[in-house]
């Protein structure tokens, strides 16, 4: 393009505040794409969730533990397809930094429940041959280099059981798709059950259940609560969605702060580049009266102020996505456990660069107006 | 001949009638150009004087399309331009305008060869045909072998020149000259003067300058002085005389 060693020569012209202004962009693209991230990651659960399963816990807090003879009453609820449980266990691994969610589960349902969490079918045999098993995520996995056949032994407070609870690694599990969490620990409701204290006994922390048409959710969820009205431990059952959602509420609202800062970063984006563009705009006014005296058209004084202010957006937010690239992995790795899987996906990349071409527009067009407004012979009497 | 009584006839190349320019400061109304008419020939190189504030430089931004009359015309070989649009305007500018200033107006951050190839960019010529108008540009001011220089690093005299190959390079078909010496020592001014005569003896273009120096419009082909918003014709003395009478 002909123009382009002209928008370039001028873009030039000032290095210290070109680099500051690209700077500033790549600065608040990095931050941007940590929001994204970790707004995704809390919003994951909703995301993930299979839209034939229902979660019922104890109606007054998930904390209160529900009996595990509800199991085949649910079972029997018309609609019902498979039932599976799970208790918290709340533990850590050798040291109390390194913390990832370990669950006890029931073996039986739990391949059919969860069908995207993959476990190779020899892995699986093998677990649920081992009464001390264990089946760990890929990424749980990998960040303590465990590989099948190692001896975990993981400690808890909550159960009142003194010392570590050794576990035989069985077999790791994969997702099929790249949100699934992979930081899981399994282990078998039977061993659970052996060593608990005796109130803990028969008592598990939620129900997972699938049902064989989702537009039958809701029915389903209201025959199971019906089933335990007025009993000891009466139920709720929603849908995997609503309990992700109501469980990211217990945080706050993550999403209004998330958009509060990103809001703020970007108005704040608008005013440094809208203010560099204006006083780049001014310092060369008699310049731009020149290009206009000579034949430029307004629209093309306006075209180099915009290409000029889309430059330095793409520059620094490309600049910022790409550090993006490399800090949200080793981000990630450093939040193992603490949250699902955090993720830079292409559809963020790809908002993110939105965002960029829209601050440079935006903070080049007052600038840019004000460039084609000139009148060449005000301007050039300013020389 | 330059013509002033309006009695000029359509064969001027530009033909400037009942010209007037009215600016408001304040509450204040200034009549600056009052009834002027004009007639130039093609090939003529005229010199505008007067006083400061008597609306030479109000004149030469109406001629060359940067600014618009209260009333009357101007049309310049066959185009009225005074009731063209913005952007019309700015094409005609484009076509017929080559613009020198004063104060040389060069794009700092380009050099010269760039600067002169502006005006091209905007022209349908291929980037090998440029470059040829624009080396010969540069060539008519003798500046080809400064072509790959910044304006920081020519002096005033070579800036000027500079301006004046980017005035000529799209073949205009008149140049307008705003105080083209005015920032220049008499060496520098000498050389640049030179090389606008040449373009109006050698080259055949036609010239309308502005200036305060009797030195230089001495070297135009008709002086015209503007007294009270309207041209009269002025005296024309020859440089040697000038010269004489300044020693």
Redesign the interface.
């Known amino acids: 393009m002909?123009?382009a060693?002209?928008i370039w020569?001028?873009l030039?012209?000032k290095r210290v505040r070109l680099l500051l202004t690209i700077g500033s962009f790549a600065i608040a693209l990095l931050l941007f794409a940590f929001l994204a991230v970790v707004g995704d990651a809390f919003s994951r659960g909703a995301d993930v969730a299979g839209a034939d399963r229902l979660i019922t816990i104890n109606r007054t807090s998930i904390i209160n533990l529900i009996p595990l003879s509800y199991r085949d009453k649910i079972q029997r609820v018309p609609g019902v397809t498979y039932v599976t449980h799970n208790n918290w266990f709340g533990g850590t691994y050798i040291e109390e930094k390194n913390f990832f969610p370990q669950f006890v589960i029931d073996p039986e349902n739990q391949r059919q429940v969860f069908p995207e969490l993959l476990v190779p079918d020899d892995q699986w045999s093998a677990f649920l041959k081992d009464r001390q098993g264990a089946v760990v995520g890929a990424k749980t996995a990998q960040r303590f280099h465990w590989k099948i056949g190692d001896r975990i032994p993981i400690t808890t407070t909550l159960y009142g059981v003194s010392g570590a609870w050794e576990f035989n690694l069985d077999g790791i599990y994969h997702g099929k798709r790249p949100q699934d969490d992979e930081t899981q620990f399994w282990f078998q409701w039977d061993y659970f059950e052996e060593r608990v204290p005796q109130a803990v006994k028969g008592q598990i922390g939620w129900y997972v259940l699938r049902v064989q048409n989702p537009d039958d959710a809701p029915r389903v969820a209201k025959a199971i609560d019906e089933e335990f009205a007025n009993s000891p431990n009466e139920t709720k059952t929603e849908t995997e969605s609503t309990f992700a959602a109501n469980w990211v509420k217990q945080f706050g609202n993550i999403k209004f702060l998330i958009i509060s800062i990103g809001t703020v970063v970007f108005f704040t984006l608008l005013l440094v580049t809208g203010n560099t563009m204006a006083i780049s705009v001014r310092e060369r006014t008699?310049?731009l009266?020149?290009?206009?005296?000579?034949?430029?058209?307004?629209r093309s004084v306006l075209f180099f102020v915009l290409a000029e202010s889309l430059a330095i957006a793409l520059i620094g937010g490309g600049i910022g996505l790409i550090l993006a690239r490399i800090l949200i992995p080793i981000l990630a790795d450093l939040l193992n456990g603490l949250l699902p899987s955090i993720i830079l996906s292409p559809g963020m990349l790809l908002f993110g660069l939105g965002v960029a071409i829209l601050t440079g527009i935006l903070s080049g067009l007052l600038p840019g107006l004000g460039a084609m407004r000139l009148r060449?012979?005000n301007a050039?009497r300013r020389? | 001949m330059v013509k002033v009584d309006g009695s000029g006839g359509q064969s001027s190349l530009i033909q400037v009638r009942d010209l007037d320019k009215t600016y408001r400061r304040g509450g204040e109304v200034i009549d600056v150009l009052q009834g002027l008419n004009l007639d130039v020939e093609a090939g003529e190189f005229v010199a505008f004087m007067g006083p400061s504030g008597s609306g030479k430089s109000t004149l030469l931004?109406l001629l060359?399309g940067?600014?618009v009359p209260t009333r009357g015309h101007i049309t310049v070989a066959g185009d009225e331009i005074t009731h063209m649009s913005?952007?019309k305007l700015?094409?005609w500018?484009?076509?017929h305008v080559g613009?020198i200033?004063q104060?040389y107006?060069l794009?700092?951050?380009?050099t010269a060869f760039?600067n002169v190839e502006?005006?091209l960019?905007?022209t349908k010529l291929s980037?090998a045909e440029r470059r040829s108008h624009v080396e010969t540009a540069l060539g008519v001011v003798g500046l080809t072998d400064r072509m790959h220089h910044f304006p920081r690093q020519l002096s005033g005299g070579q800036e000027q020149r500079v301006t004046i190959a980017?005035a000529i390079v799209s073949d205009p078909t008149f140049l307008l000259c705003d105080e083209p010496t005015g920032d220049l020592d008499r060496k520098s001014a000498d050389d640049v003067m030179a090389i606008i005569e040449e373009l109006v003896g050698k080259h055949h273009k036609t010239v309308l300058m502005v200036t305060h120096d009797p030195l230089v419009a001495a070297r135009a082909s008709s002086i015209l002085h503007l007294e009270k918003g309207v041209l009269v014709e002025g005296k024309h003395t020859s440089q040697a005389t000038l010269a004489g009478g300044a020693a």
């Open positions: 002909k123009f060693r002209i020569a001028n030039l012209r008699s310049e009266a020149v290009f206009k005296a000579i034949g430029y058209s307004d060449v012979v050039l020389v | 931004n060359g940067l600014d913005g952007g700015t094409e500018r484009a076509r613009f200033f104060m107006n794009i700092p951050v380009l760039q502006l005006p960019l905007l980037k980017r």
